[in-house]
């Protein structure tokens, strides 16, 4: 069951209607809202349907651990044992058989080939939003250690806080600090930004089902999957639209999300801000991702001293910092290649001070240029299957022999209005009128469904998952 589906349209509506109408009983209202995200994610993968409960759980007990040990030694040893349990089983589904791979690679080098070798890779089935959701168990508890979040929570609390079903596959990461608090109290529904959801919404689905699934489905596949069949420039304009299409696809979800929560009365953070407007790579993160480029900065990068220590010390931690954050989104070279190259980046621009002295309008516009083309052409190894795959795509962007096939206008017009969302006002500044807040909750409801299923009316046939599910 994916956000652009009739069939989310209708579960939604459902839980919408009857979440509001729970209000008056807050603890009924969230146990309500727990089954219905237990109920969404066992009609992506049921099988892992454990995995989701048991993971909170054990954060959940070991967070009361950390809460009532009073000895601070005691204290960082359970958080350390607790934060690698959390990776463990984050490492087993998704990293297992890229180090099995490794070990053989290296066995096979040294002139040793044995029948064993094929039994130790497991292929594990990934859960979906195994990382998101691990992600956010080790939020919880690094935030009870560091006292931003009283450990006296009740369970019930923590499972919906990590299981929420408009952020649990796909994000955005949302800090237990943050997110937490607002359960103890039932929302209010004079109180819901109706309007400015339902435009979140919209534009959402217009990014994902027109923009990012036509470019993906058109372009960025049939090039990325046979670059040698195409030529420079159909290999550029593709290359461009995967930039286009996964800021579509991606915002899109976290566009989705933020409405959905807007619409149950919680909020989310900001998760992504004209990115490929950046005139740095430090501004790109802190437009790009914004949840994760925050997780990584707060409990990776600062823990490990930040910029606080030497310089080669500081250039270190951004290459540790930028390495894990691409291992984090798959386990393949092409994702650490990926992580290092934006590593690489920030070192030099803070060794050459990048981003001071921009003065005038026309160095504003070369920085901007500069990055984000930087930006793209790491995409390339992170679109690419293989780095085979990144070498024939970097290969072909130098074939000038084979004539255009793929840059048409109807695509380059469709790339023109993804990056047209750069160059518009954000549209938190829209201040839009909400002129519904007193309606019952029904008419929320109705409305709600009826321009729903219109869009999905509209929607091209068979679209595409999210890029960030396989994540």
Same mark, same amino acid.
């Given at each position: 069951?994916?956000f652009?589906?009739?069939?989310f349209?209708l ?5 919408f209607y009857?979440s509001?109408?729970? /209000? *008056?009983?807050?603890?009924y209202?969230k146990?309500?809202l727990?089954?219905a995200s237990?109920?969404f994610? &066992? $009609?992506?993968?049921f ?6 409960i ?5 954060n959940?007990?070991f967070?009361?651990?950390? @809460?009532?040990e009073e000895?601070?030694k =005691?204290?960082?040893?359970?958080l350390?044992f607790?934060?690698a349990?959390?990776l463990?089983?984050? @490492? ?9 791979g490794g070990?053989?690679?290296i ?5 040793v080939t044995?029948?064993?070798q094929d ?8 859960p979906l939003?195994i990382s998101f959701?691990?992600f ?6 690094v935030?009870i %250690?560091?006292?931003e979040l009283?450990?006296k929570?009740?369970?019930l ?8 079903f408009p ?10 600090s943050?997110f !937490?608090? +607002?359960?103890?109290?039932?929302p ?5 930004p109706?309007?400015?959801?339902i435009?979140? !919404? /919209?534009l @959402?689905? #217009?990014?994902?089902v027109v923009? &990012?699934?036509y470019?993906?489905?058109? =372009?960025?596949?049939?090039?990325f ?10 290999m550029?304009?593709?290359v461009?639209?995967? &930039?286009v +299409?996964i800021f579509c696809?991606?915002s899109? %979800?976290?566009?989705m999300?933020i409405g959905?929560a807007?619409l ?9 801000? +004209?990115p490929?407007?950046a ?5 790109f993160?802190n ?11 707060e ?5 490990m001293?930040?910029?606080? /220590?030497?310089?080669k010390r500081?250039y +270190?931690n951004?290459?540790? $910092? ?7 989104h798959?386990?393949?070279w092409n ?7 934006h590593?690489?980046g920030?070192? *030099?621009?803070?060794r050459f001070?990048w981003d001071e002295g921009?003065?005038s309008?026309a160095k504003k516009a070369?920085?901007?240029f500069l990055? #984000?083309n930087?930006v793209?052409?790491?995409w390339?190894?992170?679109r690419?299957?293989?780095?085979m795959?990144s070498?024939?795509v970097?290969f072909?962007?130098f074939?000038?022999?084979?004539p255009i /096939?793929?840059?048409t206008?109807? %695509?380059?017009?469709?790339f023109a209005l993804?990056?047209s969302f750069?160059y518009?006002?954000p549209l ?5 009128n909400?002129?519904m807040l007193?309606?019952?909750a029904f008419a929320?409801?109705f =409305?709600f469904a009826?321009?729903?299923t219109?869009?999905?009316?509209l929607m091209p046939e068979g !679209?595409a998952p999210?890029?960030?599910f396989?994540?």
């Open positions: 069951m994916l652009p589906t009739l069939e349209a579960f939604f509506t459902i839980v009857l509001w109408e729970l /209000v *008056f009983n807050n603890s209202r146990l309500f727990l089954l237990y109920f994610y &066992a $009609t992506l993968d099988r892992f349907l454990p995995i989701l048991l993971s909170p759980t054990l959940f007990l967070g009361l651990w950390i @809460g009532v000895d601070p =005691i204290k960082k040893y359970i350390m607790t934060i349990a959390n463990t089983l984050l @490492g087993v589904f998704k990293y297992f058989d890229f180090f099995a070990l053989v690679e066995v096979n080098m040294l002139g044995a029948a064993w039994d130790v890779f497991m292929n594990f089935v990934l939003g959701f691990t956010q168990g080790i939020s919880y508890l935030d %250690y560091r006292k009283t450990y929570n009740s369970l609390d923590v499972l919906l806080y990590i299981s929420f952020h649990l596959v796909a994000g955005p990461i949302v800090k237990a943050e !937490i608090p +607002q359960l103890k109290q039932p209010k529904t004079d109180q819901i109706f309007l400015f959801s435009v979140l !919404i /919209v @959402g689905l #217009f990014k994902k923009i &990012a699934n470019l993906g489905v058109d =372009i960025v596949d049939p090039i999957e046979n670059p040698k069949a195409y030529g420079s420039l159909d550029i304009f593709a461009y639209c995967y &930039a +299409q696809d991606f899109a %979800y976290t566009d999300a959905l807007y149950l009365g919680y909020q989310f953070p900001l998760n992504f801000n +004209q490929y407007r005139t740095s790579l430090k501004d993160w437009r790009w991702h914004i949840s994760l480029s925050r997780w990584l900065k409990y990776l990068y600062i823990p001293g930040g910029n606080r /220590v030497s310089e500081t +270190q951004l290459l540790i $910092t930028m390495g894990l954050g691409g291992l984090w798959g386990a393949s994702f650490i290649t990926w992580g290092l190259l590593g690489i920030l070192a *030099f621009e803070k001070q921009i003065t309008w070369l920085h901007i990055v #984000f930087f793209c052409f790491a390339i190894f992170f690419a299957e293989s780095f795959k070498y024939e970097l072909q962007l074939d000038f022999s084979k /096939v793929k840059m206008p109807f %695509y380059f017009c469709l993804g990056m750069h518009v006002k938190r500044s829209w201040q839009i909400d002129r007193k309606l019952p929320y409801a =409305i009826i321009m729903i219109v869009i999905t009316a !679209i999210f890029i960030y396989r994540f």
